[in-house]
């Protein structure tokens, strides 16, 4: 996996700010401009589905809303056996503003989730702030659980291929960062909904914030997610006038409720020891457990936020090949 560089900068360009061109941006990630025009520079290369980092998982493209421009990226590993496998409906990062299925470092490390934890993988191509604020992208990923349980009701599916191997009571929400803030927000809609159920949730290093600052998000600050971009992240994401106390960000602002009312057998919570959101993660699956819920966390020591997808190193790759071997351990339990 090639390591990925930049420069994360929420401060402005004075002359731009004076002539009021630009009101946001994180360097070398994202600006928008004054009247709603949004840049991202292309940081990361996006590559089609039909780049094989890995020849035993196919991997397809599937609209899930042709309307919407809702769709996904679909990993399917050979199986050697008739078993049915977990299915993990995956969300990827970017702070809800940058990100995409077909960036080449999800492809790659969702190619590998799918082949060494053997089960199907359906990232989610979700609607990206500021042009879509939350809940869009909650929507997006509750959208996409209601299709695929319509998909598997439905005889005469295109995607019965793949969705015949898979084993539906087996179904996990998943996602790192801004994704696994979205994976835990559409799987506390679905507890409310009697009709869908979910096995568990996957939660890797899961974008939560607050207006009180915690210490490891002034002690990390300068690793790949730092304190002001992450700040530039909510205010353009989070519904006009709120601010990081509002429960998209602070799911933990309204005491335990949200967290006693979800319903899964279990949660693993990988957090990275030297992130910005490590203080958060761990107090948000301290109070996980404290709700009654069986929570599996695991410390991954001497990284920061997103190694397992923007670094090369021989420790981030060890450390994220210890990853996988969580998240298999988990899906089959």
């Not at 600006?31 to 590559?47: F, K, L, M, N, T």
């Not at 890995?54 to 990993?75: F, G, H, P, Q």
């Not at 291929?161 to 803030?181: C, E, M, P, R, V």
């Not at 960000?249 to 020891?273: A, H, I, T």
Request: net charge positive; proline share 3%; hydrophobic share 35%.
């Amino acid at each position: 996996m090639a390591a990925i560089s930049y420069r994360q900068n929420s401060h402005v360009n004075n002359t731009y700010q004076q002539k009021g061109v630009i009101t946001e941006e994180i360097q070398g990630l994202i600006r928008v401009h004054r009247d709603g025009h949004v840049e991202r520079p292309p940081i990361v290369p996006c590559v089609s589905c039909s780049s094989q980092p890995c020849r035993s998982v196919t991997s397809r493209d599937i609209s899930i809303n042709k309307e919407t421009n809702l769709w996904a990226r679909l990993y399917v590993p050979a199986s050697s056996n008739t078993k049915l496998i977990p299915l993990l409906i995956y969300f990827h990062g970017g702070g809800f503003c940058v990100g995409s299925a077909s960036w080449s470092c999800y492809h790659e490390f969702l190619t590998n989730v799918a082949s060494k934890a053997n089960c199907v993988i359906l990232s989610v191509e979700y609607h990206l702030a500021p042009e879509s604020r939350l809940p869009s992208a909650y929507e997006d990923g509750f959208n996409t659980v209601m299709w695929l349980k319509q998909e598997s009701l439905n005889t005469s599916s295109g995607q019965k291929w793949w969705l015949s191997q898979t084993n539906l009571s087996s179904l996990y929400l998943a996602g790192d960062s801004a994704g696994a803030n979205i994976a835990f927000n559409v799987a506390s809609r679905i507890s409310s909904n009697t009709s869908l159920s979910l096995r568990g949730i996957i939660l890797i290093q899961p974008f939560f914030g607050g207006e009180e600052r915690t210490i490891s998000e002034k002690q990390y600050s300068n690793q790949f997610l730092s304190l002001s971009a992450s700040d530039t992240y909510w205010r353009l994401s989070l519904p006009l006038g709120a601010n990081r106390d509002h429960h998209y960000c602070n799911p933990l602002v309204n005491g335990f409720s949200k967290l006693r009312d979800l319903r899964v057998s279990g949660v693993l919570v990988c957090v990275s020891e030297l992130d910005i959101m490590r203080d958060r993660n761990l107090g948000f699956s301290d109070a996980l457990a404290r709700s009654g819920k069986k929570v599996e966390t695991v410390m991954f020591k001497g990284v920061g936020h997103a190694f397992q997808i923007l670094t090369n190193s021989h420790l981030s790759q060890s450390r994220t090949q210890e990853m996988i071997n969580h998240i298999k351990s988990f899906i089959s339990q």
